[in-house]
Each structure stands twice: as structure tokens, then as C-alpha cells.
């Protein structure tokens, strides 16, 4: 065999801008139109909303306001208990992301960074403030330092959440009578921290309920299984404010009398409730996923039914269902907005309080509320974004 | 015999009762049962207790008495005599109004912003995908807040609204609209609109049936077009005076009379709901096409489908069975969620139930009814669209 041909094969020219806008904007005569009328919508909307932004819009009643979206009405000399709790929340942070590494790390860094611009801000500011912003990332790096040592297992870190979830509680409500810790009145939580709290506490709660529910309904007793099937399809069948309203309107008329719950919390049993169906359903999807050798490799080797459940289905169907619960977590934490109709004060209610503040800020609607859907699409395009980073990482949808 | 009852004697003594799976499981039921009843009639008990305490009555009689609070909108005529069950009826209406327009909407929208965000023009696609990721990511009740309070309460006073082209008339009022009413000749023209569409209907299936069978184009999607319209407009004429006149709003001096209102609060209802829907809508309708095979898109290129005939005979009815269980899903939570046009005011079902809470005094029995037909909703739509969804699965040989 001989090679006749001596003309070298050239590898085809990588597309250059202009190819790459011929075969993206202008391949045919309808895409050309078609890209023209785009840019031009897109060119106006711009400029529309670039000059509305900077130029048309008054800020005044978000900038004077701050606090007041951020805690709500929380006694500003107890404000160091929240600001403990983000200590403990960046420090954890770090030690997770020495410890599990992967998207944690992102999370970590990102959470510091945002701390990092706010400590950093050109805003008037209270030094400690300030200061206790910057501590923050710092704090993140120390935990990631203390991950090195031998506390840095998997088990501390988790029990450290766990533990960072009853000290928040703790911490917000203060203990009656006590000096130092007096007790806050949850009337007085509001603003993204009223949010996260209900959206947290949702989430928190939910998961043991929504697991026994999830067994239930997979179990092979009838009554049992019927009354979780009952339950979750009930919840999921009706709007989450027919059930918030029944949690603070008609539960208290459920209770025996002389025994009142409080309307934060009658509020966060209403989420968890409503989030417990759910987070039933995404468990389930999990524990269908395990295939049937599992359980059945595991009754050869003497497992009884509790042990097959807790040491073989339940790790791996829980790890499977991580991702979903992240995307739960979020439509609970847009969720929360819906405490406004039994009167929360979370962030919208908020909003709404503030343009009542000030006789010449009524009008200016289209501020306030844009900035809490600001704040709510960072937080959820972030979250978002690393749950799909999440899901990569731990393989789903890939066996 | 003896063999028989001495392996009977073995098996029992060699599982003893607690061991036993039978005996356990039979526990576990009445243990559970026994629990939740138990704390069902704890509650029952105590709401009895209550109502009782403080002379609260749990019947349902209320429903025939007047119900005495207005209404801003309905679709069955509607005032304060009317009775509370008239005014439950009239909420019901108004979430169905809501939720329909809202689907149908939603639907279009979201079908769009898919084909838009798979588009090869590249603007054209990074144009949806920016909506999609902006608008699923902000709470449905803050964009219904900016839609109502932001937009339609920003909008100009009803003395100076804004007229577009024609009678049609926006403020913050609302939009008005002219409006058709039905003259006297209507019912006979009806007659030939009906008559048009089963004839359609039926040239079309025949016609179908017929290309199908020899191979001949013969058009009948056309054909059926052109009994549907030309029927009605022959009609029109034939039956002497204009079957519909149109109502044209008119300026009073506070407000316009005549034509057709959209109260603002259902038009911030309604574009909450589409544009929060459409991008859910419009992820489901991508993920379906994308399941569909590149190489029936080649194929079906290959054979000289034009683009747009690909879309319609070879990727939608495919995409199909991988869209329609997440698009119930998207339906019924679209219902579910035109519970919040309770907080910009519109009279959907929970906000009747709300107020007839507040005047009639009797939370538990109205909020039973509230759940009962939100859940009476879900539950029937998830059946209706389950059986459409095995007809259209596909069936494998």
C-alpha cells in the first residue's frame, strides 16, 4: 500500500466572531429579522430599565430602611444574637468545606465573599457593624483551619449544625428573666430573618415527618399506608394558605382551652405540615429508586426489616433525594412570602410597612418591591445554581 | 394425622407470638389507628368543647341566609341579598375564570419561551432563558404585589385613561373593552355556527381518514376551515338583522358604562399567574423536546418535512408523553396558587371563604367547604389528566 495523496488534510479553521454571528444571528432571512427586532427590544428594555434604575427611581425608602429588612423589628440592643448566629453559621461553613469539600467550597466562599462587600460597602455604617461583617469571613477561614485537626469528621460537623439549629432558636427567643439573654417577643422577628427562620424550621422539621410519612406509605399495612396517603394527598391537594390560615384561624379553636400557641410558631407548624407532604413524596421517589436486590441481598444476610430500612434503604435513598430537597427548600423559602395574609412580618410585609412609613414614599411601590425580588433571586438563583452543582457531584441521574 | 399436628405444634412453638411477622404487623395497625383516631377525636372533641363555650353553632344552615357583604366582580350576576352559598358559588367561578384564562395563557407562554430558548438564533434564546431565570426565582406573591400595586396602581386615574386604537380604554380602574351582545336573531344564527362545526369536524376525520388511505393530498385541515368559517358568515347575512352588536364603554362622569371591564385585580391575577407558570411551563415543554431523539428531528428533515412540520408531526407528539405529567402538575398548581389573588382583592374562592369566615362566624364549616373544593379540583383534574396521559403513552408491541 502506498499513500499517493502528499496534501495535508488542514484541521477546520476554528469560527471566528464573525462566522460564530453568521451561523447564530443571521442564517436565514427570518433569523435576521428576527435578531434585529430582538436587539432592538433589548436595546430599549435596557435603557428603559438602566435610566428607571439610576436615574428615575428614589431609593429612599430601601436605604433608610435597612434594619428593618433585615431583622424586622428585633430589639437593636440584642442584635449581637443574630450577628452570633452568622458567626457560627460562617464558622461552620468553613469546617464543612474542609471537611466534605466539592460544592460546600462554593457555598463557603461565596457566603464570605458577600460578607466581605458588605463589611466593605460606601454606605454610612456603624463601626462594629462593620466590623463584625468582616469577622465573618475570617471566621469562615478558621473553621476551615480547625477542619485540619482531628475534630474535622464528618460527624462533629453534623452534629455541629444540628447543634447551630437549637442555639439559633435558642439565641432568637432568650430565656425569660434572664439578664443578659432576655426574652424577645416573636411578634418582634421580621424581615429576611422572619424568612430564613420559617423557611429553616420548615425544612428542619419536616424531614423526620416527611420520612415516616414517605415509609408509610410504602409499608405493606393497609391502615397505616392509607392514613399517609390520606395525609399527603390532602396537603398537596389544597393551596398553602387554605393551611396557614387553618394553622393561625382554626387550630386554635382545635386546642383544649387555656392552651395557646403562638402565632410565629402556629405559622411555622402550618409550613411544616405543608412541606412534611412534600418532602413524603421526594423521600419516596428516593426509596423507589433503591433496587430491589438491596433489600433482598440484605434479608439473605439476616438484616431484619428495621435494620434493612435504617442501614441499607434509607442512607442511600436519603443521598439520591439530596438534590431535591435543596430545590424544596427553595420553593419553601419563596413560600414563606405567603405568611403575610395571617400577618407575619417577613420580608414582604415588611416592604409593605415601610412604604406606610413615610407619607411621600406611598407611591413608590415598584422600588420596595423590586428590591425584595432582588433579594430573593440572589438567594435563589445562588442556591439553585449549587444544587445543580450538587446533583453533579453526587452522581444522580447518572446510574 | 398425628404427622400433620405435630408439625403444627413445631411451627407454633418455634415462633413465639412477639416474633411472629403476622402478630406484629396486626399491632402496628391498630397501634397506628388507634392513634390517629384517638387524636382526631381530640381535636373534634375540643372544637365541640369550644363551639359550645362560646355558642358557636357547626351546622351548615347558614348557607341560605343573606350574605350581606359586596363583591367586586362575578360572573353570575351578584349582591349583597344574594345568600352566602350563592356567594361560595360566585368565588368558585371566579377562581375557575382565573384558572382557566390563567392555563391556556400559561400554556401558550411557556410553549413559546421553550421553542424560543432552543431557537438557533442565539439572542433569541438568551432572551427566554433570561426570563425563565428571572421569573422563577422570585416569589409568585412579590410578583403579583408588583403587578397590582407597581404596575396596574401606577397606571393613569379612570378620568384620564389611556385609549388605544379603538374603543378600548386602560386605567387604574382596569381595561375596558366593547363588548357583543346578542340581538334577537342570535339564536337562529347559533343554529348554523353549530351546524359548521360538526360538519367541520366530521369532513375533517373523514377527509383524514381518506389522505391516509391513499396517499392523495386532499387538505382537509382546510377544508374543515372553511366549513367552520364559511357557514357562521353565511349565516350571518341570511338571518336578516346582525345577530351581535357590540357594546361600546362609554365615559360617564365617573366611570365608563357599557362594553366589557377587566378589573385590574384579575389582570394582575392573571399576568402573575401566566408569567410565573409560563417559565415553569416553558423548562417542562424544553425538557420534553430535548428527551425526543436528535436523530427523528434528522430523519424527519431527511424525508422533507418542512421545519415547522417536524415541530407538529414528529417532535410535539413524541415530546408529548415525556411533558404532560409535570404540565398536570403545573396546572393544578396554578389553581392552587389563585388562592393568592387574595392578597391584591380579587374575589377568588378562598377570599369569599375569608369573608364569609368573618361574617357568618363559622370558621370550621366554611374552611371545610374552601378545602373541599380545592381538593375536589386537584383530585379530579390529576384523574382526568392521568387517563389522558396512559391514551397517549406509548404502546409497545
Known amino acids: 500500500m502506498s499513500v499517493t495523496s ?52 428614589n431609593w429612599a425608602p430601601v436605604t433608610n430602611s435597612i434594619k428593618l429588612f433585615a431583622v424586622g423589628q428585633f430589639p437593636p440592643d440584642q442584635l449581637w444574637r443574630v450577628g452570633t448566629i452568622l458567626f457560627l453559621v460562617s464558622f461552620l461553613f468553613g469546617l464543612s468545606w474542609c471537611v466534605w469539600g466539592g460544592t460546600v467550597r462554593t457555598f463557603a466562599l461565596t457566603l464570605a465573599l458577600v460578607f466581605g462587600v458588605l463589611a466593605l460597602l460606601p454606605i454610612s455604617m456603624e463601626l462594629t457593624l462593620r466590623l463584625g461583617f468582616l469577622a465573618n469571613p475570617v471566621l469562615t477561614f478558621i473553621g476551615y483551619q480547625v477542619g485540619r485537626t482531628p475534630i474535622g469528621k464528618s460527624l462533629w460537623v453534623v452534629l455541629g449544625w444540628l447543634l447551630s439549629f437549637v442555639l439559633t432558636v435558642f439565641l432568637l427567643t432568650g430565656i425569660e428573666g434572664v439578664n443578659w439573654l432576655p426574652r424577645v417577643d416573636t411578634g418582634l422577628w421580621g424581615g429576611l430573618l422572619l424568612t430564613f427562620l420559617l423557611a429553616l424550621v420548615g425544612i428542619v422539621a419536616s424531614f423526620p415527618i416527611g420520612v415516616l410519612l414517605a415509609l408509610g406509605r410504602q409499608s405493606s399495612l393497609p391502615v397505616l399506608k392509607a392514613f399517609c396517603v390520606l395525609f399527603i394527598e390532602v396537603v398537596r391537594g389544597v393551596p398553602l394558605v387554605t393551611i396557614l390560615f387553618m394553622a393561625s384561624i382554626i387550630l386554635p379553636l382545635f386546642l383544649p382551652e387555656g392552651v395557646r400557641i403562638d402565632r410565629v410558631l402556629r405559622a411555622m407548624m402550618g409550613m ?128 | ?110 410553549t413559546v419561551a421553550a421553542l424560543a430558548r432552543l431557537s438557533s438564533n442565539w439572542l433569541v434564546g438568551k432572551i427566554a432563558s433570561v426570563y425563565i431565570e428571572i421569573v422563577r426565582n422570585i416569589p409568585l406573591l412579590v410578583q403579583l404585589f408588583i403587578w397590582y400595586f407597581a404596575v396596574f396602581q401606577g397606571l393613569p386615574l379612570v378620568q384620564e385613561s389611556i385609549q388605544w386604537p379603538g374603543p378600548i380604554y386602560l386605567s387604574q380602574r382596569g381595561l375596558y373593552l366593547p363588548a357583543p351582545v346578542p340581538t334577537s336573531t342570535f339564536g337562529t344564527w347559533i343554529v348554523f355556527v353549530v351546524v359548521g362545526i360538526v360538519i367541520a369536524g366530521v369532513l375533517h376525520t373523514m377527509l383524514g381518514r381518506y389522505q391516509l388511505k391513499t396517499g ?11 366549513v ?68 427523528q428531528f434528522e430523519a424527519a428533515r431527511a424525508v422533507g418535512l418542512s421545519n415547522m412540520q417536524v415541530l407538529r408531526l414528529v417532535v410535539f407528539p413524541q415530546a408529548m408523553r415525556v411533558i404532560t405529567p409535570p404540565l398536570i402538575s403545573q396546572y393544578l398548581n396554578l389553581t392552587k396558587n389563585s388562592s393568592l389573588a387574595v392578597a391584591v382583592g380579587y374575589p377568588d374562592l378562598f377570599y369569599v371563604g375569608r369573608t364569609m369566615i368573618n361574617q357568618a362566624g363559622r370558621a370550621v364549616p366554611v374552611f371545610l367547604m374552601v378545602m373541599a373544593v380545592y381538593l375536589f379540583t386537584s383530585l379530579t383534574t390529576s384523574v382526568l389528566m392521568n387517563i389522558y396521559n396512559r391514551r397517549i403513552q406509548l404502546v409497545e408491541r
Open chain 1, 272 to 399: 411544616t405540615l405543608f412541606a412534611a407532604a412534600y418532602m413524603a413524596e421526594n423521600v419516596r421517589g428516593g426509596l423507589q429508586a433503591i433496587p430491589r436486590g438491596q433489600v433482598e441481598a440484605a434479608k439473605a444476610v439476616g438484616l431484619n426489616n428495621l435494620q434493612i430500612m435504617g442501614l441499607i434503604v434509607l442512607p442511600q435513598a436519603l443521598r439520591l433525594v439530596i438534590p431535591a430537597i435543596v430545590g424544596q427548600f427553595i420553593a419553601l423559602f419563596m413560600d414563606t412570602t405567603l405568611a403575610i395574609i395571617v400577618g407575619l412580618l417577613e420580608l414582604l410585609a415588611v416592604g409593605r410597612a415601610v412604604l406606610e412609613i413615610n407619607v411621600e414614599w406611598k407611591l413608590l411601590n415598584m422600588e420596595v418591591y423590586l428590591f425584595i425580588a432582588a433579594i430573593f433571586w440572589v438567594f435563589n438563583y445562588a442556591m439553585s445554581y449549587a444544587s445543580r452543582r450538587l446533583e453533579v457531584a453526587l452522581g444522580v441521574g447518572e446510574r
Open chain 2, 1 to 110: 394425622m398425628s404427622q400433620d399436628s405435630h408439625i403444627q405444634v413445631i411451627k407454633k412453638s418455634s415462633i413465639p407470638l412477639w416474633r411472629d411477622e403476622r402478630v406484629i404487623k396486626g399491632i402496628a395497625q391498630v397501634v397506628s389507628a388507634a392513634f390517629v383516631i384517638g387524636f382526631l377525636i381530640f381535636f373534634v372533641s375540643n372544637v365541640l368543647q369550644a363551639a359550645h363555650n362560646r355558642g358557636l353553632s357547626l351546622g351548615y344552615d347558614f348557607t341560605d341566609e343573606s350574605a350581606g357583604f359586596p363583591l367586586a366582580e362575578s360572573v353570575i350576576p351578584y349582591d349583597p341579598s344574594k345568600s352566602f352559598g350563592y356567594a361560595f358559588l360566585v368565588g368558585i367561578l371566579n377562581t375557575i375564570k382565573a384558572a382557566l384564562v390563567g392555563i391556556v395563557a400559561a400554556t401558550v407562554l411557556g
Open chain 1, 6 to 57: 502528499t496534501t495535508v488534510m488542514r484541521p477546520p479553521t476554528p469560527p471566528g466572531p464573525v462566522r460564530w454571528l453568521k451561523k447564530n444571528l443571521f442564517s436565514t432571512w427570518y433569523n435576521t429579522l428576527l435578531t434585529v427586532l430582538a436587539a432592538v427590544f433589548v436595546f430599549f428594555t435596557l435603557k428603559g430599565v438602566v435610566t428607571w434604575v439610576f436615574f428615575t427611581a
Open chain 2, 216 to 226: 392523495r393530498t386532499i387538505y382537509p385541515v382546510l377544508t374543515a376551515a372553511i
Open chain 2, 228 to 295: 367552520l368559517l364559511g357557514l357562521p358568515s353565511v349565516g350571518w347575512f341570511l338571518v336578516g338583522e346582525s345577530p351581535l352588536v357590540t357594546d361600546v364603554p362609554v365615559m360617564g362622569k365617573f366611570n365608563f358604562t357599557g362594553g366589557m371591564q377587566l378589573t385590574v385585580e384579575y389582570a394582575a391575577v392573571l399576568a402573575g399567574l401566566v408569567v410565573y407558570t409560563g417559565a415553569f411551563i416553558a423548562e417542562v415543554v424544553r425538557a420534553g423536546i430535548l428527551a425526543v431523539d436528535r436523530g
